[in-house]
């Protein structure tokens, strides 16, 4: 169902004046102003001294407006308004699609890297044979599949191996410690995964300890199921978090905004659903 485009918003029943507006926000009666020049709320009507009048619809485009952008951003929440106002509501609502689905990608990834601290915290593998295993979880479950996050089947048993390497690898070595090809190495690196550094003379590539925590990292979520560009992230995080530790720190943080933004886009769901329904509402004139 469409919405009348809001290009004609008559004032019936109560009036307010730009300050009404601002007053309920704290904003000032010139951001108001321009968010009416900028498509973002409804033309105002004016009275015949020029004055802008502004209505009830006039209130809950604002409110509408303001609760988008703390839950989606500027830019989302423009297009949102500046979609309804053109009567095209199906543009509208996959914009907050689009958004809703970025935050699913969000939980995903920290998921992902709960994931991984917590085969981190479980310490070194029993061997080889266990890195290598796809059956199977753990006992301890990671946090994809406690938190019910992610679309895989959860990670395989076995955390990073112990004895990280004193001297740099080559491709091959890594290729056998991890019982991967050097192709799929490759492939991880043109990712964003894995950043070896090269021989200046002959090319090769040198894998530090550091790249072989990565690496291994990398094969625990590959082996759960997650998609490289997913992991690539993951692996991006523990870097920047600059170890353990300091990235189980963070974690409650990153969940705490991410649930703020969920909470935020609940907010704005139902200002907009009230904006829509004022857009809708027959006129007293019929039209």
Known sequence: MGVKPQTEVQVEGRRYRPVHLAREHGISTQAVRNYERDGLIPPA??????HR???????RALRAFLALVAAHGHATGAEVMRAVGRGDLDTA??????????????????????????????GPAAGPSDRR???????????????GGSPASGLPGGSPASGLPE?????????????????TLRKWERAGILLPRRDAGTGHRH??????RDAELAHMLRRGGYPLGHIATVIDQVRGA???EPLVRSLDDWRRRLTGRGRAMLTAAAALAEYLGACEAPRPDGR
């Not at 996959?94 to 970025?102: E, G």
């Not at 690898?169 to 991967?180: K, Q, Y």
Request: glycine share 8%; no cysteine; net charge positive.
């Open 45 to 50: 009507a004016r009275t015949a001294a020029g």
């Open 53 to 59: 009048v502004y209505s009830a619809v006039h209130l």
């Open 93 to 122: 609502l996959r914009a907050v699609d689009r958004s809703h689905a970025q935050l699913l990608r969000d939980r995903e990834t920290l998921d992902a890297v709960e994931a991984v601290v917590e085969a981190l915290g479980r």
């Open 133 to 147: 295993s796809t059956a199977g979880l753990p006992d301890h479950q990671p946090a994809s599949r406690r938190l």
């Open 167 to 183: 001297r740099p690898l080559s491709i091959g070595h890594l290729a056998h410690r991890l019982g991967v090809s050097p192709a």
């Open 207 to 212: 894998y530090t300890a550091a790249d072989v």
């Open 242 to 244: 600059g170890g353990h």
